[in-house]
């Protein structure tokens, strides 16, 4: 067989060992192997090495910061295409086989696909409420520098009214400044498939974020708290609203946030 006709059938060849080939180019490459020797003994001897390297190099778990790092890539990614929740899942997985293809052209491609495998499994393991995973997800997007407010002010009384015409709800607005607990600034968010208001606070040099939504049932929600990332929530419902609380504060501190906003009433506007 000649070099010009087996010349494109090496780099099929390595895409078949690595499971790249769409139906098109699986056929060419068969109808090739079919009548050229080297080529069939260059891929069979191919996928030997690449089930060797698979049982024999060494499994590595992917460092935590790793995880965090392209946790927030994805996080990102998800906040960019927020309205299509599909559209978010695909960036999802897109995320996910660049960064397979990337860490296969750094280390030898067994242990690049081993450990891009263990990724995508770490990755799809149950991660609990998603509605959380998508409220820090929204935070830590936030905390990039000019996206924390859409309206910046510390009167609650500045913040409300900037809601009326863009949600079709009025958020509650409540200042907790006696408190330790200024506010800092309100902006509109999309999560749980709604547009929602993201009310900006700041104790010391920590930033919370309250979303608040109406919620589907009626029924009011005691707090629950949870920790995701480093990063502490509180999740609770009342008078007709779902309310999530998220900061990098410690769990405490942000429990005293939430038992102030409770404790509060919101003065009449
Ligand atoms: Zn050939």
Redesign the pocket.
């Known amino acids: 067989?000649s070099e010009e006709?087996?010349a494109p059938?090496r780099l099929l060849i390595q895409a078949d060992v690595d499971g790249e080939l769409d139906a098109g180019q699986a056929a060419a490459l068969a109808a090739?192997i079919e009548d050229?020797r080297?080529?069939a003994m260059k891929r069979a001897d191919l996928f030997e090495l690449s089930s060797r390297l698979r049982a024999e190099i060494p499994y590595h778990a992917a460092p935590a910061s790793l995880r965090q790092a392209v946790e927030a890539r994805i996080a990102a990614s998800v906040q960019a295409a927020a309205p299509a929740s599909e559209r978010a899942v695909s960036r999802w997985f897109g995320a996910l086989g660049a960064l397979g293809a990337r860490l296969r052209q750094g280390i030898s491609f067994g242990a690049g696909f081993a450990l891009a495998a263990g990724l995508a499994l770490a990755f799809m393991l149950p991660r609990g409420s998603e509605l959380a995973g998508d409220v820090i997800a929204d935070h830590i997007r936030a905390l990039q520098p000019g996206h924390l407010t859409d309206v910046v002010s510390t009167d609650q009384h500045t913040v409300k009214p900037w809601f009326n015409g863009r949600l079709d709800y009025s958020p509650p607005v409540k200042d907790l400044a006696a408190d330790g607990f200024p506010l800092v600034g309100g902006r509109l968010d999309y999560l749980n498939g709604r547009p929602v208001a993201a009310l900006a606070y700041r104790h010391a040099q920590h930033v919370i974020d309250l979303y608040v939504w109406p919620s589907e049932s009626r029924a009011d929600r005691t707090p629950s708290q949870g920790e995701r990332n480093g990063y502490n929530y509180v999740h609770w419902a009342d008078g007709g609203m779902n309310f999530w609380a998220v900061s990098d504060l410690n769990a405490a501190e942000l429990r005293t946030f939430v038992d102030l906003w409770h404790s509060m009433r919101p003065r009449k506007i």
Do not use: L
Request: hydrophobic residues 25%.
């Open positions: 067989m006709r087996c059938m090739h050229c080297s080529c």
